[in-house]
């Protein structure tokens, strides 16, 4: 089946600092990734969605020179949270979906990045 | 725009009882229905999915079908195990950026 990974799984970082978020898909091509907030018991909230090679599109209120997103390969996307602050503490949470098939039609999700901004 | 309403939690089950989980959905068009788990520290799972009327989608003893008339997909179980305790999303997406639009989630714990 379709595999995503994340690393790190845990950060915990200095406020002002940067921190940034892999997410790779093992063994299939992403051509397009996800990236996602989840707050403490609430649902997941969409960021920022990035294809390949291309610039990545921002949800609404989400500040793109805050989340900086690469989607540099088919493999590996990266999320960079620059200048981090205690309110950026969260579950950040990427998916990719893939070419074809069963990889086209769902996301296949990372098992998560907690971040802990002191 | 899309939008999908669960129920809200949590819901407490004794093993081996039967599992309702209702889901709605409203949408443009026909969206593709997905319902994810996500257990303690980890990230969502896909569990099943349906991409058209009237399909079931089924896996570890989950089923849901997608119900047009009601704009529903309703996840059951017919015996829960503790192991099932978790949160479970029910998602929609439509279109060719196939974003996601989720429920608020529900959790389930499953005491013996």
């Known amino acids: 089946g379709a595999v995503v990974s994340q690393h790190p799984s845990w950060v915990i970082c200095k406020s002002g600092t940067s921190v940034k978020i892999e997410c790779r898909s093992l063994?299939?091509?992403?051509?397009?990734m996800f990236w996602y907030r989840q707050f403490p018991k609430q649902s997941l909230m969409l960021m920022a969605t990035s294809n390949e090679g291309s610039k990545a599109t921002y949800e609404q209120g989400v500040e793109k020179d805050k989340f900086l997103i690469n989607h540099a390969s088919l493999t590996l996307s990266t999320l960079t949270v620059t200048s981090a602050h205690p309110e950026d503490s969260s579950f950040y949470i990427c998916?990719?979906?893939?070419?074809?098939?069963?990889?086209?039609?769902?996301?296949?999700f990372g098992p998560g990045t907690r971040l802990l901004v002191l | 725009g899309n939008s999908v309403t669960q129920m809200e939690g949590p819901v407490t089950l004794s093993e081996e009882a039967f599992l309702t989980i209702n889901c709605t959905y409203t949408?443009?068009?026909?969206?593709?229905l997905f319902w994810y788990v996500q257990y303690p520290g980890e990230g969502l799972q896909l569990l099943l999915k349906a991409t058209k009327a009237d399909d079931k989608g089924s896996n570890k003893g989950f089923e849901a079908t997608y119900r047009k008339e009601t704009t529903s997909f309703h996840l059951e179980k017919g015996s829960v195990q503790v192991s099932d305790s978790a949160v479970y999303f029910c998602?929609?997406?439509?279109?060719?950026?196939?974003?996601?639009?989720f429920g608020t989630g529900t959790r389930l714990q499953v005491t013996l």
């Open positions: 998916s990719a979906r893939g070419r074809g098939g069963p990889f086209q039609e769902t996301q296949y």
């Open positions: 949408a443009t068009g026909y969206p593709s």
């Open positions: 063994d299939f091509q992403a051509t397009t």
């Open positions: 998602a929609s997406s439509t279109g060719t950026a196939s974003k996601l639009t």
